[in-house]
């Protein structure tokens, strides 16, 4: 089965901080991960994927995720927070039959000034 | 590129009532939709996957008769919510994808607030 973990529900760093938002995965096949991100009253939106390909992942809006097996996990980072950052964001991971999603809790970003 | 929209953004209905929300893939053809509901301050919970012109496939726990999904064409799915009681009020989201594969982008719905009174 093919689960995720999202470590911390809510996040906060000041502006110009580092970014990092935690994903662990569970999944019974290579996985697909991904990175959403839902800003509010929006739709989600991805931010990126990893595909099996290179395991360090660039998405938009400066943010990157390393697929990291031997700790099972696809962190998303960002080196300079930005206040239009702040929104919810979701990891992702893909199901072994087909692209069903399974989704983390969620993280809930907020920068302050 | 890649836009979903969903109709209603919001409703509001009667316990007993049947409420039916749209997703529709604006440029682009979907062959497999899915269907997503969040209840607050938590994920998205995979309801069901569609396929065009096939039947849904219900992740556990979903109740397919409460829960209709129809698939008729490649840019369009809906989910009838039949007989609905205040437990279902719920967020509703939809996505989309070009095909069936794991690696595969799905594109987002923004979303139908269900309020069942």
């Known amino acids: 089965a093919q689960s995720v973990t999202q470590l911390g529900s809510h996040v906060s760093v000041s502006e110009g901080a580092l970014v990092l938002l935690r994903c662990n995965y569970s999944s019974s096949v290579p996985p697909y991960l991904f990175w959403y991100v839902q800003y509010p009253n929006q739709g989600l939106q991805l931010l990126l994927k990893?595909?099996?390909?290179?395991?360090l992942v660039k998405g938009i809006n400066g943010f990157e995720a390393e697929f990291k097996k031997s700790e099972t996990s696809f962190h998303l980072t960002k080196p300079s927070a930005h206040m239009s950052d702040a929104a919810e964001y979701f990891c992702?991971?893909?199901?072994?039959?087909?692209?069903?999603?399974?989704f983390g809790t969620g993280t809930s970003l907020t920068v302050i000034p | 590129g890649a836009v979903v929209s969903q109709h209603p953004s919001w409703v509001i209905c009667k316990s007993g009532t049947s409420v039916k929300i749209e997703c529709r893939s604006l440029d682009f053809q979907a062959t497999t939709m899915f269907w997503y509901r969040q209840f607050p301050k938590q994920s998205l919970m995979l309801m069901a996957t569609?396929?065009?012109?096939?039947?849904?496939?219900?992740e556990q726990g979903v109740e397919k008769d409460k829960f209709l999904i129809n698939h008729a064409s490649l840019t369009l799915s809906t989910l009838t919510v039949t007989s609905a009681h205040p437990e279902d009020s719920s967020f509703y989201i939809c996505?989309?994808?070009?095909?069936?594969?794991?690696?595969?982008?799905?594109?987002f719905g923004p979303g139908t607030r269900l309020t069942v009174l």
């Open positions: 992702a991971v893909s199901g072994a039959t087909g692209n069903q999603f399974y």
């Open positions: 569609s396929n065009e012109g096939s039947k849904a496939t219900y």
């Open positions: 996505s989309a994808s070009t095909s069936g594969d794991p690696t595969d982008t799905q594109y």
């Open positions: 990893y595909t099996s390909a290179a395991t």
